[in-house]
C-alpha cells in the first residue's frame, strides 16, 4: 500500500511539474511577445509611411533593410502568430489612422504546424485578415509560405503532414490575393537545406525569403 502511494506521489509530483514548466513556458512567450508589441508601437508612432513586414518568428528573426526606396521597412514579426492571433485589430489600433505605404503578409507556418487548419478555415481566416488590413488604404502584399524540412526537431510524420497543408495554402494564396486587390509575392526554390531546425531560415533560407518580401514590397516603390 506505502509503495502504491508513493508511486503515485511521485507520477502526481512529475505532473505537476510538467505542468509548471509548460506554464512557465508560455507565460515567457506571452511576455516576450507583450514586449515586442510594445517596441513596435513605438516604433510605428515615429516611421511615416512605412512598409509594414507582418508575420511570425520567420518574420521577426529576418535582417531586412531599413528601408525601400524612402519607406522605412518595420519588422512587425511576432513569435507564434497565425491568421488567429488577431493581428488586424492589433495593427490597426497601432497604426492609429495613421497610413502604411504597404503591408506584407507572411503567416501560414503555425496555421500548418501548430494548428492544423485545414484549407477552408485558413482562407477564411486570412480573407478576412486581409480585408481588415486593406482598410489601411495600404498596398497588401501576400507572401507565400515557405516549406519546411526534416529535422532533429521536426520529425518526418510531423514535416508531411505540415507541408500538406502549407501546399495547399500556396495553391490557394494567388486568387486570395487576386480576389482581395493584393499582390501575390512567390518565393523563389529554396535551397537545402535552408532552415536550422526544420522550421526557421538559415541564412541561405534568409536570401531567397528577404528577395521575395523585398520584391513583393517594391508595389509601395511603384506607386511613390
Not at 24 to 30: G, R
Not at 154 to 169: C, F, G, N, P, V
Request: overall charge neutral.
Amino acid at each position: 500500500m506505502n509503495r502504491m502511494l508513493i508511486g503515485f506521489a511521485v507520477v502526481l509530483i512529475g505532473a505537476v511539474a510538467a505542468g509548471t514548466s509548460v506554464a512557465k513556458k508560455q507565460a515567457f512567450f506571452e511576455s516576450h511577445r507583450w514586449s515586442r508589441q510594445v517596441i513596435l508601437h513605438y516604433t510605428l508612432a515615429r516611421v511615416d509611411d512605412p512598409i509594414i513586414v507582418l508575420g511570425d518568428s520567420v518574420v521577426e528573426a529576418s535582417a531586412l533593410p531599413r528601408e525601400l526606396c524612402g519607406h522605412a521597412i518595420v519588422n512587425a514579426g511576432l513569435d507564434g502568430a497565425s491568421t488567429t492571433s488577431d493581428l488586424g485589430n492589433w495593427l490597426m489600433d497601432v497604426l492609429d489612422g495613421r497610413p502604411a505605404a504597404a503591408i506584407v503578409m507572411a503567416l501560414g507556418i503555425n496555421d500548418a504546424l501548430g494548428a492544423a487548419r485545414d484549407l477552408s478555415e485558413f482562407k477564411a481566416n486570412y480573407s478576412a485578415l486581409m480585408a481588415q488590413l486593406s482598410a489601411t488604404k495600404a498596398r497588401i502584399v501576400v507572401l507565400a509560405v515557405p516549406p519546411l524540412e526534416v529535422s532533429p526537431r521536426l520529425a518526418a510524420e510531423a514535416q508531411t503532414k505540415a507541408m500538406r497543408l502549407i501546399e495547399s495554402y500556396n495553391s490557394a494564396l494567388p486568387e486570395l490575393a487576386s480576389r482581395g486587390g493584393a499582390t501575390f509575392a512567390a518565393l523563389p526554390p529554396m535551397p537545402v537545406p535552408h532552415t536550422i531546425d526544420g522550421v526557421h531560415l538559415n541564412a541561405a533560407g534568409y536570401q531567397q525569403w528577404n528577395q521575395a518580401v523585398l520584391q513583393g514590397a517594391s508595389v509601395a516603390c511603384r506607386a511613390s
